[in-house]
């Protein structure tokens, strides 16, 4: 078999949900698109969802102030019936007490949301198998639903109204249940109605005392438009209670104005989520450019030090200091002051480490060079010594006359040596004890 003879059985679906009066503000404004969760809202297609099929435009001011209305003739009904029975302790505790709402303490509310639809692909692609238009469809099954809604509840559907511009087409409407309740007399021996009140009562409908008719209903309805019955869960968990097994989990639909505001909440806490993600997404990237920034700043300056382009400057600093060669040519790398624009802490680490290893080579040559001077000086200074002595002993055999005058000759030398062995060791000039050619008097002697 290609599939192409099986046919789909799609269901009606139906919903009551729970409805206060102080919810209809909140209804409203998600029926004109003014508030609440749109984010599954398709905008372009709003205009299509027309005017309400059942009821005014000013539907839910009106219905606002039926219930006020209500209330007023309520609490005057009842004060002027303890005034009947001269109940005037009752009269004052009801004056200060209020008038009361016109409805009993329900966990459901006194009113109820109908929703009524049927999965889309009924009415897109299985309109077009059958040669309808989705349109047709959608106008079809808005005219079951009105129908469906006045022959059940009456005058009672105080609205409704169809939206096109969601992920499938469905009807919204609303139910006022009114009733006129008779109030018997407390404590009587025989209950009779001393008095009627009007009243928000659910309970009138039988469809909405008794869920699983209403689904019966329902699927009968729309059985002419190809549209089964949803499947009897509470029947199968009763079913399964009887038998001693398992029952399947019963389905629990949430409240339509509390599934908004929990939405809401869900989406604004998403949003948050979002916008803490792209906080943290925008502070690592600033990380990791400032990290390549970094990276790209050393690259360039041990480029520029391997090339020649960047060199050390030997300064009284601790470490050199890096400078531009003079011959350098700017066009084949970035400037000093350009890296160091880049990445201050990138430029601060390459030259740091280039400062540190030149200024080991500068000290290192320094000492060398000054071990090396100094060698050099004490060879000098023991050559010296020797022609000193070898000058003495030659200015034994001159006349008297020329070993004196070579006697006042030689006691400038000790000084001149004195100084030259300072200025190679870097120090002063001044006299100091323990010079390595100390003025020996007795040398005039022997001239």
Do not use: C
């Amino acid at each position: 078999m290609d599939g192409s003879n099986i046919k789909t059985d799609y269901p009606v679906v139906l919903r009551f949900q729970g409805l206060y009066p102080h919810h209809l503000a909140g209804y409203e404004a998600h029926r004109l698109r003014k508030g609440g969760d749109l984010s599954h809202v398709d905008r372009s297609r709003t205009k299509l969802n027309g005017p309400p099929l059942i009821g005014p435009e000013d539907w839910a001011a009106q219905a606002l102030a039926e219930i006020r209305d209500m209330t007023t003739e309520n609490f005057a009904a009842e004060l002027a019936s303890l005034e009947k029975r001269n109940r005037k302790k009752d009269i004052e505790r009801r004056i200060i007490e209020g008038p009361k709402q016109p409805w009993r303490a329900t966990r459901h509310g006194p009113m109820r949301e109908v929703i009524l639809t049927v999965n889309k692909d009924w009415f897109d692609g299985d309109a077009a198998f059958f040669g309808e238009e989705p349109a047709s469809r959608e106008d079809k099954f808005g005219k079951h639903a009105v129908a469906w809604l006045k022959k059940n509840f009456g005058d009672d559907v105080i609205h409704a109204r169809a939206d096109r511009d969601e992920a499938a087409y469905h009807i919204h409407a609303v139910i006022m249940p009114r009733a006129t309740v008779e109030i018997a007399k407390p404590n009587a021996k025989v209950p009779t109605a001393s008095a009627t009140r009007r009243m928000l009562q659910p309970s009138i409908h039988p469809l909405i005392k008794d869920y699983e008719a209403a689904q019966d209903s329902v699927g009968q309805w729309f059985a002419d438009l190809g549209l089964v019955r949803g499947e009897r869960r509470a029947e199968e968990i009763r079913e399964a209670r009887k038998s001693g097994e398992k029952p399947p989990k019963r389905r629990y639909h949430a409240k339509t104005w509390k599934w908004r505001a929990e939405q809401e909440l869900r989406l604004r806490a998403k949003a948050e989520e979002l916008e803490a993600e792209k906080a943290a997404l925008d502070e690592r990237t600033a990380r990791v450019v400032e990290r390549e920034n970094e990276a790209e700043t050393v690259l360039a300056v041990a480029e520029g030090v391997a090339s020649g382009e960047f060199i050390a400057h030997d300064s009284d600093d601790d470490e050199p200091a890096l400078i531009e060669a003079p011959d350098a040519k700017p066009a084949e790398t970035k400037t000093l002051d350009d890296l160091r624009r880049r990445s201050p802490s990138g430029f601060a680490r390459a030259a740091g480490a280039f400062g540190r290893a030149w200024g080991r080579l500068f000290r290192q040559a320094r000492s060398k060079a000054t071990a090396e001077a100094d060698a050099r000086v004490s060879d000098a200074m023991e050559e010296i010594e020797r022609a000193d002595d070898a000058l003495v002993e030659a200015a034994l055999h001159l006349p008297l006359p020329t070993r004196t005058l070579i006697a006042s000759i030689r006691k400038t030398i000790p000084t001149m040596l004195r100084k030259l062995e300072r200025s190679a060791k870097g120090h002063s000039a001044g006299p100091q004890e323990g010079s390595s050619r100390p003025e020996d008097p007795g040398d005039e002697e022997k001239l």
